[in-house]
């Protein structure tokens, strides 16, 4: 079987090699969302505590992320419905409210944090009060995410994914030993020390985060209404095609997400960490601290890729906090909805995005936020992913189309790998 779906995968690579940017998309947009301005913070403290060595720890998470974000697309393209709905329609009530409660105050501090972060790097780059700029950001995310098209906003959201390669050309600027680099990708140095281990479960709990499962399967189900296709479940017929997309534009999506996550360390290694900075809090202290260093330029691009991840990250938080609500109450829903037609919807969008926005005004720190935020996120996606795992395992929601035995296989592995991560946080809190 193994030999089977690793002959597939590749005739899938040379089939699509020629068509690749029809279809990229929700695999694509969720992993670079995953490279939101809390988690360039988090990789860029990666990169000044441990220097190249821990560069290999986003190199383990991929084919980790990439199962489990599969596993989520499957499950919106095969029964038509996100997540949320699929525990509504299967599971017991009181495992999806404690579910969504989870997921909606750890995407209202994320997007603080995160607005935070764009606010502070506009006024770095730009000019102006942070707030001015906090306001500015929360605004245009929701009005951009309520009053255009799908197909448009789909498509604007793809072209924005560009701004991860800043941190490509950061990393060019930053004069990175790349011997160094690839060393510390492809050979991990274990000290089972507690900083060490933290510092691991930080980038799993990173790229692995409840908010992109929620996504990545809503927005399947976004793209069988824009196609005006049926789902899987109902036209089996096109599952081998339909697999074949998804399996493409997320392991693309992933990898994308994760190689800019190294970038990001090698940069801040190369810099920070050779010059005893080793102690970074936001991914604007970050930016600033490159400028004395690697130069301006260095800096001014560093600024730009948060801004530019961020706005890609904050309607993934807020639309996901959104699709969760209103599968569980049973409200209309979608990014193919007129505003009238969905208010709930968008009304859901709009307060996570502003209440989010809000924490920058208040005394509270929205780092000390975004690591109760984290502890949330790390304790959710564990017990999220079996309730994934048992869903697309199901005959009785997945009809024929359940995982087969090597999907089950890096379901479980990542499964396994979060809640022992969840463990591992409780215990070195």
């Known amino acids: 079987m193994a030999d089977e779906d690793a002959d597939g995968l590749a005739e899938d690579i040379a089939e699509v090699s020629g068509n690749i940017l029809k279809i990229l998309g929700p695999g694509l947009v969720t992993g670079a969302a995953d490279d939101d301005p809390s988690g360039i913070a988090t990789y860029s403290q990666i990169g000044a505590q441990f220097g190249y060595g821990m560069g290999w720890a986003v190199i383990l998470s991929y084919p980790l992320m990439a199962a489990i974000q599969e596993v989520a697309a499957h499950i919106g393209v095969v029964t038509g419905a996100g ?3 699929n525990v509504r329609q299967h ?21 603080g944090a995160d607005i935070a972060a764009m606010g502070d790097a506009a006024s770095l780059l730009i000019g102006g009060p942070m707030e001015f700029w906090v306001v500015l950001v929360a605004a245009f995310s929701v009005l ?4 255009l098209s799908y197909a448009r906003y789909a498509s ?59 996504w990545q ?41 994760n190689l800019i996550a190294w970038f990001i ?27 004395p260093i690697a130069g301006k330029f260095a800096s001014v691009i560093f600024s730009i890729g948060i801004i530019g991840t961020g706005l890609l990250a904050l309607p993934v938080l807020a639309g996901s906090s ?13 990014l193919n909805a007129k505003p009238r037609a969905a208010r709930a919807f968008y009304g859901i969008i709009a307060g996570g995005t502003f209440l989010g926005g809000a924490l920058a005004f208040t005394p509270i720190d929205p780092m000390k936020a975004l690591y109760w935020s984290a502890v949330v996120n790390g304790l959710l996606a564990g017990p999220l992913m079996v309730v994934m795992m048992l869903v697309a395992s199901n005959g009785r929601v997945m009809g024929n189309l359940t995982l087969t035995p090597w999907f089950k296989f890096w379901g479980w592995l990542s499964t396994a790998v979060m809640l022992a991560a969840a463990v591992g946080l409780i215990v070195t809190m």
């Open 144 to 147: 951009l995410e309520t009053f």
């Open 322 to 334: 959104a699709y969760a609500v209103c599968e569980t109450f049973g409200w209309n829903q979608g």
């Open 265 to 291: 360390i090698v940069s801040t290694a190369a810099t920070l960490h050779v010059h005893g900075i080793t102690n970074i809090q936001t991914s604007a202290q970050a930016a600033q601290a490159l400028a």
């Open 83 to 85: 997540i949320a709905r």
């Open 217 to 257: 399967s809503a927005q399947e189900v976004e793209e069988l209404a824009r196609r005006h296709v049926k789902p899987l479940h109902i036209a089996p017929r096109r599952a081998g095609a339909e697999f074949r997309r998804i399996r493409i534009d997320t392991l693309v999506g992933m990898g994308a997400s």
């Open 91 to 111: 599971y017991a009530r009181w495992v999806l409210v404690a579910i969504v409660i989870a997921l909606l105050i750890a995407n209202v501090i994320n997007i």
């Open 156 to 214: 604007v959201l793809k072209w924005m994914t560009l701004a991860l390669f800043a941190y490509v050309a950061t990393a060019i600027v930053a004069h990175v030993d790349w011997s160094m680099a690839l060393i510390g990708a492809v050979l991990p140095v274990l000290t089972l020390n507690g900083a060490q281990f933290t510092a691991l479960v930080a980038v799993l709990g990173t790229t692995i985060s409840p908010y992109l499962f929620f």
